[in-house]
């Protein structure tokens, strides 16, 4: 399967632990972005990447979150000091920065459950 | 926050009738598109319509813009059982940015 990829697809951890997630994009794409998603609602952005370049982030994000992509490849996800309301989907999804190419690709998530 | 709000937010059908759903947005955009999600197959792109397009087809799938009333249609013709899903429209600004923000939602369920 060469579709984006997230790991793990599940993941339960206690109020004020640390947690990182893990994306693999489709190879030849350039883009990045990460997304939570809550029931019933659609995909909010948190953060892009262009190659191994953040270049928007939303200011939603709090800075217990932190996003990397080294090396352009895969990237991580990292929430510190998780809290009740940080409980999501967490969506991963990538694209190519090809002329009019803006249809993203996205990976299976992982929900995240802080109890 | 979401930029999109879907309407309605739930649709019960017959399979084979057609479904329509509406997509209102607040800013001045590139491009809209739509996207189904199921929980067999997560998000899914359906189709992209650009701010100069007024109205785009792929198979069963037709999509219209009015860029004057910042609002978009989808209209999935002949629907399958397999059509349910939650679709979501998803705005991508004018400008560089490359930030998509995606509505609400629309469930829709078709009845076999």
């Known amino acids: 399967d060469t579709g984006v990829s997230q790991d793990p697809r599940h993941k339960i951890t206690k109020r004020g632990q640390n947690v990182t997630f893990r994306c693999d994009p489709i190879?030849?794409?350039?883009?990045l972005y990460w997304y939570r998603q809550t029931l019933g609602q659609g995909p909010e952005f948190l953060t892009y990447f262009q190659n191994e370049a953040q270049l928007e982030k939303s200011r939603l994000l709090s800075d217990r979150f932190s996003a990397e992509r080294p090396k352009g490849s895969f990237s991580t996800l990292e929430i510190q000091r998780t809290e009740q309301g940080d409980s999501a989907m967490y969506l991963c999804?990538?694209?190519?920065?090809?002329?009019?190419?803006?249809?993203?690709?996205f990976g299976p998530g992982t929900r995240l459950t802080v109890t | 926050s979401q930029q999109g709000e879907e309407d309605p937010q739930a649709l019960s059908i017959q399979e084979g009738e057609n479904a329509t759903m509406n997509c209102s947005y607040k800013t001045s955009i590139n491009n809209l598109q739509w996207y189904r999600q199921n929980s067999g197959r997560g998000l899914v792109h359906l189709i992209l319509i650009r701010s100069n397009e007024r109205e785009k087809h792929s198979g069963r799938l037709r999509v219209t813009l009015d860029t004057s009333k910042k609002s978009s249609s989808l209209l999935i013709t002949a629907s399958r059982a397999a059509d349910t899903a939650s679709y979501f429209c998803?705005?991508?600004?004018?400008?560089?940015?490359?930030?998509?923000?995606f509505g609400t939602g629309t469930k829709l369920q078709v009845i076999p």
């Open positions: 998803a705005t991508k600004p004018s400008g560089g940015y490359q930030k998509v923000t």
């Open positions: 190879s030849e794409h350039n883009r």
């Open positions: 999804a990538s694209s190519l920065s090809a002329a009019g190419s803006y249809e993203q690709y």
